[in-house]
């Protein structure tokens, strides 16, 4: 329901020689259709606070997305971090019960399990530094509920230490079977060091492909400027760089470049968050927002984990 009384509007009849109507009667559908997505949960406008921004966009739903479930994750990790004291006592609800879900997932599929030890490791640093230090800062809440949270997330941590991954049972083709050059190909797409070296444990072929040296180099000049990676040089005993080992180093100083399948979009002619419908993308062309401006690809722009939290810093 659009809002506009059409209680008299009739739809036109469409003939073979009326191409002006049926060309109304097509504009009358988009525009339809167009204001259902534009109330939709998946785009939201008008808030000013973190705190409500996170708990009007629908991230509940974008957690049982693969392509954007590790964005989610790690805008929670930056929440833990330093944002934490900021949500509202209803954002911290939700900040819960979304990672309650992200939890009970991966206890489930077993999927990405290292992302989520990351991010309740800082969560329970965060939250011992806030309760030991009662009084001084602002926390939002009884001070039983926030321990009650700290338990909570150390039993979280006891159950994924104790994840056991099931064998899968394939009798068909497995990675074993590919050959040299396809693995190495896989090895290459891969922009995180901690995944090459956990594929490397599978088999001893991938764990000789996994230490080559111009994988890590590659990842490194990924990730890093040259003249970053020239001020911490690590030489191996046989006097060539030690790639593998510089990655790490230099992921102490520097940030590295973050890659989701899917981010929030931020549109600058209408100033809001949303997620891409990738459907409607590929079936209509569309993103799923409708823009009013006249080029609308120009204003939409990729918002980064950090990039939303700073958009709330005043």
């Known amino acids: 329901n659009s809002g506009v009384e059409s209680q008299d509007t009739q739809i036109p009849v469409i003939t073979d020689s009326s191409v002006e109507w049926q060309n109304i009667f097509l504009n009358f559908i988009f525009v339809s259709f167009h204001l259902k997505c534009f109330y939709s949960s998946s785009q939201r406008h008008g808030y000013c606070t973190l705190g409500e921004a996170f708990n009007r966009l629908d ?22 971090k330093s944002q934490l004291t900021s949500l509202s006592g209803a954002a911290q609800k939700n900040y819960f019960n ?28 965060t939250l011992c530094i806030l309760i030991r ?6 926390l939002v809440g009884n001070i039983n509920i926030w ?46 060091g901690w ?10 072929t991938l764990y000789m492909l996994s230490e080559d040296r111009q994988l890590w180099k590659k990842l490194c000049q990924y990730h890093f400027a040259e003249k970053q990676f020239c001020r911490h040089l690590i030489p191996s005993e046989k006097g060539h760089i030690d790639w593998k080992l510089m990655y790490f180093a230099l992921q102490k100083y ?18 809001i968050l949303f997620w891409k419908d990738y459907h409607l993308a590929l079936l209509l062309k569309d993103t799923g927002h409708p823009c009013t401006a006249s080029d ?19």
């Open 59 to 80: 991230f509940s739903s974008a957690i049982q997305d693969i392509r954007r479930f590790n964005y989610v994750v790690k805008l929670l990790q930056l929440i833990a």
């Open 98 to 125: 979304i990672l309650d879900k992200i939890v009970r997932k991966v206890m489930e599929d077993q999927y990405n399990p290292r992302l989520i030890k990351d991010l309740l490791q800082d969560l329970s640093s």
């Open 133 to 138: 230090g009662v009084g001084k800062s602002v």
């Open 147 to 192: 321990i009650c949270r700290l338990e909570t997330i150390l039993l979280w941590q006891q159950q994924l230490k104790n994840l056991q991954m099931n064998k899968q049972v394939n009798n068909g083709l497995t990675l074993s079977d590919l050959p040299l050059h396809m693995l190495n190909n896989i090895l290459y797409r891969f922009s995180d």
């Open 195 to 204: 995944d090459i070296i956990t594929l490397g444990q599978v088999t001893p």
């Open 254 to 271: 520097y940030p590295i470049k973050e890659q989701y399948g899917d981010t929030l979009h931020f549109c600058r002619h209408c100033s």
């Open 296 to 314: 609308p690809d120009t204003c939409l722009m990729p918002v980064s984990p950090q990039h939303f939290i700073d958009l709330f810093k005043f």
